[in-house]
């Protein structure tokens, strides 16, 4: 049974840093592509950052400021948030995809298999 619990959340200053932590169980971290989503009240629901396959992919409007890895010993995936803006306040979602190679292709608009419940990030100015 997939599993994916996320930690890490939090209230942040402008500026700041986090780190959210996904922890994956009932499946090989490395055989899975894993994305990062987030979604704030009234908006849409925003992919932000894929692993798996050799492949990375950010959303622009993370690209330079969060990086996503992966433990596949520890079977857990990292998403580390520098320079965090208002607008990056969101709950964020840690999810998982049977096709390793999901990170080439349209990740973001059509979601993962597997989900977990999500972490609150608040960002305040």
């Known amino acids: 049974q997939v599993q994916l619990v996320e930690s890490g959340g939090g209230l942040v200053q402008a500026g700041g840093s986090l780190r959210l932590s996904c922890a994956a169980s009932?499946?090989?971290?490395?055989?899975?592509?894993i994305g990062w989503f987030r979604q704030a009240p009234g908006k849409e629901r925003e992919g932000v950052a894929c692993?798996?396959?050799?492949?990375?992919d950010y959303a622009d409007s993370v690209k330079g400021r969060f990086t996503i890895s992966e433990d596949n010993a520890k079977n857990m995936v990292y998403l580390e948030m520098n320079s965090l803006k208002p607008e990056d306040t969101a709950a964020y979602y840690c999810?998982?995809?049977?096709?390793?190679?999901?990170?080439?292709?349209?990740?973001?608009?059509?979601?993962?298999?597997?989900w977990g419940e999500g972490t609150q990030v608040t960002v305040s100015s």
């Open positions: 692993i798996g396959s050799n492949k990375l």
């Open positions: 999810a998982a995809d049977k096709n390793p190679f999901r990170c080439h292709g349209s990740w973001r608009i059509y979601g993962m298999d597997y």
């Open positions: 009932g499946f090989t971290l490395g055989y899975y592509a």
